[in-house]
């Protein structure tokens, strides 16, 4: 790692970063001269996804004019892809490799499956369209760019009326040149098309991962861009002079202008700030590898946090390994399900209760919401079963109706199973939390990982509800709450840094291989992350390098990472780099083969940019409701009944207060259930620490 100087100081403006999910649009705003952080949420507007940001700007009562940063995450990318909405987009590549991207890999990722059909294209045969040129791996040019195969392509893409364009030539990661000169003649022609050349977006080989990825850039585009337009738009006619940045998928934060470059970049946008929050968090309470678990109104998400880094993978896929379209971007580790508070109960044809994956979200919404939504949510569960106050929802802006949901669920549910509404409810929230927990082992349990050795940080409006029920299911000896649970992945943007990850490969024999070579190798990298954060207006002074290496054993095809120091004094420093990949070689496998030929494959560099971050003691919610009469409620605990639960408001709570569960904390955006057993901690620092009775079992 090397790094230069000290890092930036926030001046005396504001920072405000918004996350729009399925149900909620959060925002989070922090005052650096007044030191004041604030916090509103507003419902989504999925029509015009803009409306509800601007509306929580003007219920913040944000100063645009001082606005120094806008941090944003967004879902527009990715649901561009999985709802097919993106722009009408041709591939150019090298002739006679056109149907690489159909063909993809001849994985079968449902062996038995004798209807599996694979994931159809997002570009069609009819769209794909082949130049005469030819590169080697090596990079040297084998058969020159042919113009006149080029000017008879635009004629067919002119003709084909498409919006984009993906070029993605053979072995362009090696030498871009043809790429480079290819590309400039598309935009020559077609100036208002949304063009991606591969090289821009990735600098590594795997011809049909980094096809795919080009075509995914290119076909969301123009979507993406024109959001990000109709957003920025109406700050900067209210005098905003700020930055504009938007939350990646590998959990760093880019220019709006980048973004809208590589758009390709911001899949994951929304879910990675939280799962960054909580690797601060847990750093700060001496909890280095926690478990992130998100519930928001859509879906639940979670990821392992690893000595205060999140689990990176280069291989995602957009809309799910089975049925999606591969991404060769670093991104945060993420499982997702369909589990939200607007996610629907249901009986199948068999006569069985399921949960999700359709969910009510904003419009309309729970049936306890009041506006039109007659199908039970896990909301209208927790509010029948008593963990919701009806009369304190998003700190009292709306009541629930308890009534309309208790129809819902007896109409619905009841009824059809022969249960009595309460028994009903359990079930749904039972089954909730049980779909959420086999997420949480996927991460897990099924990757080697004992959840018994991780506390758990449970955060979006749902998490705390539910998060004492699945760290039971997994044996988790400890959940934390974090301040704000329910604005945490805005929160969570606020906090990041500036990230760009930059990979070239190059093949080498690692025996041939000198400290000087390697030096220069990287050089080129690094000069290359330093234009491009200073181009983004970030200091210099404040910019973190960090290294790695892809590495293998001769004859094989994947690899595995090594850290890479600041710098390669002499050739020793070069035999430990191989020490070290045999020894990271045998910790995931098992088995290593000191004596064989090692490889070179990747140079990757990942450039931090730190921004100033508010402390967490600063993030607690000092809005003591104006007159709370409800200082206990009955709430219902599968296997033990109705309890009668002391309330609590976190407001009200002071730094080291012991709360014993059964109970119920309530705050702004969010509201934490103890189980009977559980005891929880407040900290100085504002967050709640839960400890779970050993040997707990699962309980809704």
């Known amino acids: ?85 993106g722009a009408r987009t041709a591939l150019v590549t090298t002739e006679g490799f056109t149907d690489v991207y159909e063909v993809g890999r001849t994985n079968r990722p449902d062996t038995y499956n004798l209807f599996f059909e694979k994931t159809q294209p997002l570009v069609p045969g009819t769209l794909r369209f082949g130049v005469i040129e030819r590169m080697t791996a090596a990079g040297k040019a084998h058969t020159p760019l042919s ?61 049909y991962e980094r096809t795919s990825t080009t075509v995914l850039n290119a076909y969301v585009g123009l979507e993406v861009s024109q959001y990000l337009k109709a957003l920025e738009e109406p700050l900067r006619r209210q005098s905003f002079k ?21 758009p390709v970049g911001m899949m994951e946008s929304g879910p990675a700030g939280g799962i960054i929050g909580a690797g601060m968090l847990g750093q700060l309470l001496n909890e280095p590898d926690v478990i992130a ?66 969910s009510a979200g904003s419009t309309p919404g729970p049936a306890c919401y009041g506006r039109g939504g007659q199908e ?53 929230l039972r089954i909730a939390d049980a779909k959420m927990s086999f997420a949480v082992r996927a991460i897990t349990m099924q990757r080697g990982y004992d959840p018994r050795k991780f506390a758990m940080v449970v955060f979006g409006g749902g998490g705390p509800l539910h998060g004492m029920a699945i ?39 690692y025996a041939s291989l000198t400290p000087s070579v390697l030096e220069n190798l990287f050089k080129g990298l690094e000069q290359q992350a330093l234009k491009s954060l200073q181009a983004e207006g970030h200091a210099l002074d404040s910019v973190v390098l960090h290294r790695t290496l ?24 070069l035999q430990a780099l191989r020490l070290h990949f045999d020894e ?51 709430v219902v605990f599968s296997g033990v009944g109705q309890v009668n639960c002391p309330v609590l408001q976190r407001a009200e709570l002071q730094a080291g207060q012991v709360i014993v569960g059964p109970a119920v904390i309530e705050e702004y955006a969010s509201t934490t259930i103890l189980h009977p057993g559980d005891s929880a901690v407040f900290h100085v620092d504002g967050c709640l620490v839960i400890t779970l009775p050993v040997g707990a079992h699962h309980e809704a």
């Open 584 to 634: 990271l070689y045998e910790s995931r496998y098992g088995h290593a083969a000191p004596d064989q030929s090692g490889e070179l494959v990747n140079l990757r560099l990942t450039a931090l940019g730190h921004v100033v971050k508010p402390s967490f003691a600063s993030l607690q919610d000092k809005r003591i409701p104006a007159a709370v009469t409800q200082r206990h409620r009955p």
């Open 550 to 573: 892809d590495m293998r054993y001769l004859g094989q095809e994947y690899t595995v990472r090594v850290p890479v120091p600041s710098s390669l004094p002499n050739a020793e420093a």
């Open 293 to 358: 678990f998100d519930m928001g109104g859509t879906t639940a998400k979670t990821c392992l946090v690893e000595k205060g880094m999140p689990k990176m993978t280069d291989q995602y896929f957009i809309g799910g390994y089975q049925h999606g379209h591969p991404m060769r971007l670093p991104v945060v580790d993420i499982i997702e399900v369909g589990a939200g508070g607007g996610s629907m109960a249901w009986i199948d044809e068999g006569g069985s209760l399921k949960v999700g994956p359709r």
């Open 1 to 85: 790692m090397s790094k230069k100087s000290v890092a930036p100081s926030l001046n005396d403006g504001v920072r405000v970063a918004v996350d729009i999910g399925g149900t909620f649009t959060d925002l989070v705003s922090y005052d650096a001269r007044e030191h004041v952080v604030r916090f509103e949420k507003s419902l989504s507007t999925p029509e015009a996804l803009q409306s509800a940001v601007m509306t929580c700007f003007e219920k913040a009562q944000v100063d645009i004019s001082r606005l120094e940063h806008f941090i944003h995450g967004s879902t527009v990318a990715i649901n561009a892809v999985i709802q097919k909405t």
């Open 147 to 207: 113009e006149a195969s080029v000017r008879q392509v635009i004629r067919k893409i002119a003709a084909a009326d498409v919006q984009a364009v993906a070029v993605c030539l053979l072995h362009a990661y090696a030498n871009p040149a043809h790429e480079k000169a290819l590309g400039r003649l598309l935009r020559q022609a077609f100036p208002k098309h949304f063009i991606t050349l591969s090289h821009e977006i990735l600098r590594e080989y795997r011809e």
């Open 242 to 262: 700020g930055k504009f940045m938007i939350m990646q998928s590998n959990g760093g934060v880019m220019s709006a202008q980048r973004a809208a470059h590589i």
């Open 376 to 428: 039970p949510t896990v909301t209208d569960a927790n509010l029948v079963t008593g963990r919701l106050n009806p009369h304190r929802f998003l700190g009292g802006e709306f009541d629930l109706d308890l009534k309309l949901a208790t129809q819902a669920i007896e109409q619905r549910i009841a009824k059809p199973l022969g249960l009595s509404v309460m028994d009903a409810a359990l079930g749904i």
């Open 471 to 509: 760290a039971r299911e997994l044996h988790v000896p400890r959940v934390i709450v974090p301040p704000q649970p329910g604005h945490f992945s805005a929160l969570g943007m606020l906090m990041t840094d500036l990230r760009q990850d930059f990979v070239q490969t190059k093949i080498l024999d």
